[in-house]
């Protein structure tokens, strides 16, 4: 079965210091890797993906996430923290295979807080 | 561009009242569409998704029901509310069926409280 792993609820950061949200993924073959950032009443806005090709993917707003096959992970990572990057953050994946259906399977989410 | 709008954005109802919850996608053709909940502001859990006009795949057996009317519209109903369906609810889209590696996009949501 697919399915996606946000270990931490919530993760404290220093603005300026690095942050990284964490992702484990389970999935049949290649698969698709995505995050989305959630603000408070607001819908999910896409952060970046992972398809194919280099491991490490640039997205919106500095985001950047990392591929690694060996450990099946795809953690998110920001050099420095920024205040206004306190959201809910979702890690999704979707299987090769799955047809034309585009159906994601996301992790619970991570809640990040920067302290100012 | 492409944008996608929800409304209600808040609403609170009673129980044993009906719903209906509407979406609508603009500048795009054949999206698929997905409606999720999501309870206590963390997971989300998808409820309907839709490939065609008329065509409506539900994920968990519930109060509610899902109708795509129009290739860009897509609404949530519910005859008769319960507690627990109170959430907030997220619609959203994905470019043509068959490109298995497009991004879902979301709406701003629904605010659903049912008393």
């Known amino acids: 079965a697919q399915s996606v792993a946000q270990p931490e609820d919530q993760v404290n950061v220093a603005e300026g210091n690095p942050l990284t949200v964490k992702c484990t993924y389970s999935?049949?073959?290649?698969?698709?890797l995505f995050w989305y950032v959630q603000y408070p009443n607001r819908g999910l806005q896409f952060l970046l993906k992972?398809?194919?090709?280099?491991?490490l993917v640039k997205g919106s707003y500095g985001f950047e996430a990392e591929f690694n096959k060996s450990q099946t992970s795809f953690h998110l990572k920001k050099p420095s923290a920024l205040v206004s990057d306190s959201a809910l953050y979702f890690c999704?994946?979707?299987?090769?295979?799955?047809?034309?259906?585009?159906?994601?399977?996301f992790g619970q989410g991570t809640t990040l807080q920067v302290k100012p | 561009s492409q944008t996608i709008h929800q409304w209600p954005a808040t609403l609170v109802q009673p129980v044993g009242s009906p719903l209906s919850l509407e979406c609508t996608v603009e500048?795009?053709?054949?999206?698929?569409l997905y409606w999720y909940r999501q309870a206590a502001g963390r997971g989300l859990q998808l409820l309907f998704y839709?490939?065609?006009?008329?065509?409506i795949s539900s994920e968990v057996p519930q109060n509610l029901s899902a109708s795509r009317p129009q290739d860009r519209q897509f609404i949530l109903s519910s005859k008769k509310l319960l507690l627990s369906d109170s959430g907030f609810y997220l619609c959203?889209?994905?470019?043509?069926?068959?490109?298995?590696?497009?991004?879902?996009?979301f709406g701003p949501g629904t605010r659903l409280t049912v008393l």
């Open positions: 999704a994946v979707r299987g090769r295979g799955s047809g034309n259906t585009g159906k994601l399977i």
């Open positions: 839709s490939v065609g006009i008329g065509q």
């Open positions: 999935v049949s073959g290649n698969p698709y």
């Open positions: 500048g795009t053709s054949n999206p698929n």
């Open positions: 959203a889209w994905s470019p043509l069926a068959g490109i298995s590696t497009d991004t879902q996009y």
């Open positions: 992972y398809i194919t090709g280099d491991n």
